[in-house]
């Protein structure tokens, strides 16, 4: 009986048997399949990925970043400079739970879950990262958020951190044998903060240029990265043998300017001054470039902005706009606002040029043998072209007229619209747009800077193919087409220097860190314009605007005394925007001076404008002729610009009232030194206020020629200097030393040997006094 019970079971279990060998055949055969298909993948399909992963954990392959080339002024300041600095990065993979005793594990069991290491793991990294926050100064949590994540193999903790900072991180990694990777950087600083800032740009965070020269010259100034390879460590470290290769960085060449980092001071100084006082609120601009070479020795836009903190929006009224704004609004005015800073307005902007543009109307017509310069136009106060009414606007000192019959000459001093009408008409649209087109406003000039805005027809000019009788007549005199500043100023240099258009450049070399020059720029002219009589013609004509400052004269402010001086003012209406807000026919205005230094042989020029300004006068003769004067009272003399004797005053001169109250524009420190220019004074700003409180000398005394006259506008208390002793020095050099001293000189002789000071050594004098001394012999 048992025997035949236990026959089925005997069955059973063979049959179970069978299917186990058969199931463990399967899972062999599937198993095999799928490691063979997993090694086939690993070792075929992926092969060169999973090579390079092994060699990512095997070999350390660290950039080598170069350093970024450095940009110098003319005179050899740095503008801007990188610095090494270092970036801290970790490899949270490699940051493990700290290793257990045998004890430890045995407490344990013998094995650990995985929810006590990462425990652990975690305690650990919470230490480390207070740690890590007290040597960086950081937030402690910051760095736990980046290290607790053990999926990445790289997190950066910091950036530009200096070698101290750097040799620490590096010891604390060592003693605790942490992945921590210590790289080197570069740091880019701009040692004069908001100084020619559009022109130098600067660095996108990712660590390239992102504006300006910056981005212009960014394959220049980069350089080329390099590489080392070497065998990891377990932590991420180096391991010390002979299998490390090196590829060395090649650091970017340096850019030497054309710009001169004291000419741009004094154009900065004088253009902001103008900006605020004339509340401006479409900024400023100012151009002073080489007019036989294309050099631009300074180029400002004002306000501006910081280069070491670009982003933050430093006007005052256009950061107000972002009050109350949130989400996508408030992202699109900062976007809008920054981009608006950033700006370079001398080469992005387009604007009607104005009467400026008469210079251009007056060299065609001659240079092309339409008229000459005795050639006469009648102005009879109004003019119709096809409908459309013209006449002379004010001229800015209340003087709107009949100009009546005018020669070439005349008609620019008096910045007749209707004779100016008279005179394109008499050239004709073809003539009017050949030279339009020489002259470079139809295409843009090259200048090395990125974002110059490109000229379109239609759009910023009339072609001589949809010009019309109205296009013509309100072209010729700056009102119907829109340049940048830049187009210009290149222009206006083709129109008094021979009629050459030169090339704007601001880099004149690159050179290496060894100072070898790798490339030079040369001056280049592109083409002859107009001939050398037409530009000699014109020269004379626009000297003629200055008057040597005479009253009446419509460049009168821009004269200094000692200096022939050539310009053209210009006063644009912006039609294209429509009146003002509350007014049926008053137009935002752009108002505009350019002055040429010394205009019988020139060497420089100034552009200077305000865009939208809201003052007492809008008038390029008031606002911005001032602004070019006072910017050539200085410039010239730094430049060695000789004066011309036969234009300086001699002999004991009165001083102005620059105080008086009846008279607020004498007020203004800038417009008191337009007076002083203009009698040959040398002149020195005490305080930072904008009015003149007190000066000295006092108005009404008789100072010799050429005395400095002090101009305190933080306090009517003229301060009391030491007077140096001077006996015995020769008379040129005790001049120097009372100078220095903030004193004037009285000397009975230009050379020879001071024996007596009017002030004794040592006592007090008012600043600014007249010291006399007393010449004789011959110089010891």
Sequence with gaps: MNKNTNEPSNGVNRSLKVRSYVLLGLFLVVGCGVLIWRLYTWQIVRHDEMLNAAASQQMKDMTITPQRGQIYDATGKVLAKSSIVWTITADPSQIKAPSLTEEELDAMGGAESDESKAQRRAARIQSVSQDLAEILSMDAQEIYDKLIDDSKQYVLLAKQVDKPVADEISQYASDNKLSLIVSQDTKREYPFGAFAASVLGFMHADGYGFYGLEQYYEDVLAGTPGRLVSQR????????????????????????????????????????NSVKVNNVSERGVVIVMDVNTGAILAMATKPDFDPNDPM??????????????????YTKVQGEERQRQWKNKTITDLYTPGSVFKLITTSALLDSGTATVNSTFNCTGSY????TDYSCADNGYGVKGVHGWQNLGQVLENSCNIATIQEAQLMGKEIFSDYYTAFGFTEPTGIDLPAEQYPREGVSYHSVDTMSAVDLASSSFGQAQKVTPIQMATAVCAVVNGGYLVQPHIVSKIVDNEGNVVEEFEPTAKRQVISEETSAALRQMMEAVVGGGADGAAGRNAYVAGYHIGGKSGTSEKLDQGPREGTTDEYEKVSSFVGVVPIDDPEILVLAFVDEPHAETEFGSMLSAPLVGNIISEVAPYLGIETDPSLLPTGNVTVPNLVNPSNPSYQQWDMAQVELNKKGFAHRRVGTGELVLAQSPAAGEKVPAGSTVYLFTDSADIPTVTVPGVVGKSAALARQILSAAGLNASLSAEEGTVTAQSVAENTGAKMGSVIELTVSGAEG
């Design 312 to 329: 933050t929006i430093y006007d005052p009224e256009r950061a107000a706009l972002l009050e109350g704004l949130e989400g996508e609004e």
């Design 384 to 387: 119709t072209v096809m409908g």
């Design 233 to 272: 460590t377990p932590t991420g470290g180096e391991v010390a043998n002979d299998d490390r290769v090196l590829y060395e960085a090649k650091d970017g060449d340096n850019l030497i300017l054309t710009l001169d980092a004291e000419i741009q001071a004094i154009a900065e100084k004088y253009l902001e």
